[in-house]
């Protein structure tokens, strides 16, 4: 359910307007828009197959700051239930949550809408609800908060606009945390941009779906918002297909950045390491619709040499080698 101007408090629409005026800044906490125009952004980047010590050394490597008193919302990709990278891996979630507590998280709560499938029952298979108990995080389910918990926001390719939790909006500490992978329904790939359709209320994702504008809109949902770490998962991949299966590769990586758009590069730079479908390999990486939309919308990086791509020992400086030349092709 998308709110009106009408339903919302004064702070909100504020918001909406503002929204409407700028089309479309980046977004801050509780909706004030920041513009966080053009930048260099570090990529952390580790080669391995372990993915706790994967989430331990990128986020070191990133230097995470700025945890300690907040109350931190996590976004992971329970798309489905299936198999990673059909859906986030629960020792990466788990070793995601245990580097937040050590860095003094006042709270940590895990945010998520499914889709088809409903929520409740993605998470049960997953073994979520466990999970929360053993690492002391909470639960919210999307699909049954109320109507008054989301906010709307006008956007160009959306004709009746869009919503999102007010619980996300308006978080201390937002982490999102994807899978590296193709999407075999006109997404092209799903990794951080896309991961916001799953913050948007069911009814309103069909017409994104059947648009010819999807990639455009994919974007234009990342203005509602913004992450203050992403963590991408690609010990394997999806480099046909997807998002719940596909083509199966082994990726032996493990990403990590502050920025939206510089993940995405990085992520898709690795598609094509791996190689992947034409959809992948047949365009340059910053021509791909999410990505050039999100510069656009300046949601980061703007160009590929903006990317620092850091790391930490020989096997993983090489990985970053190969990217840094796909990369470079722009």
């Known amino acids: 359910m998308v709110l009106r101007a009408g339903e919302l408090g004064r702070r909100d629409f504020l918001c909406v307007v503002t929204a409407g005026v700028a089309l479309m800044p980046a977004w801050g906490r509780a909706g004030v828009a920041q513009a966080i125009g053009p930048r260099r952004s570090r990529v952390a980047l580790v080669t391995t197959g372990d993915r706790k010590r994967g989430v331990s050394q990128v986020l070191k490597l990133l230097d995470l700051s700025g945890v300690k008193g907040k109350k931190v919302v996590i976004k992971p990709n329970f798309n489905s239930a299936d198999d990673t990278p059909g859906s986030t891996h629960n020792d990466t979630l788990a070793q995601l949550v245990t580097e937040l507590h050590e860095r003094n998280a ?3 709560t895990l945010g998520e809408s499914s889709g088809p499938p409903k929520t409740q029952g993605v998470m ?7 999970l929360a108990r053993e ?7 999307y699909e049954q908060i ?3 918990d989301w906010i709307a926001f006008p956007s160009k390719h ?7 939790p007010r619980h996300v909006v308006e978080s201390d500490y937002n982490v999102s945390t994807c899978c590296l992978k193709t999407h075999g329904f006109g997404g092209v790939f799903t990794m951080s941009l896309k ?4 913050l948007t209320p069911k009814s309103i994702r069909r017409t994104m779906h059947q648009s010819p504008d999807m990639r455009r809109m994919i974007a234009e949902l990342n203005t509602g918002y913004r992450p203050d770490l992403i963590v991408l998962d690609g010990v394997v991949a999806f480099t046909d297909g997807g998002p719940s299966r596909g083509t199966l590769k082994t990726g032996n990586v493990m990403i990590a950045s502050t920025d939206r758009i510089a993940v995405d590069a ?3 730079a690795m598609l094509k390491h791996l190689g992947a479908n034409q959809a992948i390999m047949g365009r340059k990486i910053f021509e791909q619709e999410q990505i050039a939309r999100a510069v656009e919308l300046k949601l980061g990086v703007e160009s590929a040499d903006a990317i620092e791509l850091v790391t930490a020992d020989a096997e993983s400086q090489a990985t970053a080698n190969a990217l840094r030349a796909i990369l470079a092709q722009g």
């Not at 049960?124 to 466990?130: A, I, N, Q, R």
């Not at 002391?136 to 389910?141: A, K, L």
């Open 195 to 198: 991961l916001s359709v799953g």
């Open 135 to 141: 690492h002391r995080f909470e639960v919210v389910d």
């Open 158 to 164: 959306w004709p009746q606009g869009y919503s999102l």
């Open 106 to 108: 006042r709270s940590i």
């Open 146 to 148: 109320a109507e008054h």
């Open 266 to 268: 990085v992520g898709v």
């Open 124 to 130: 049960e298979k997953k073994g979520t609800f466990d």
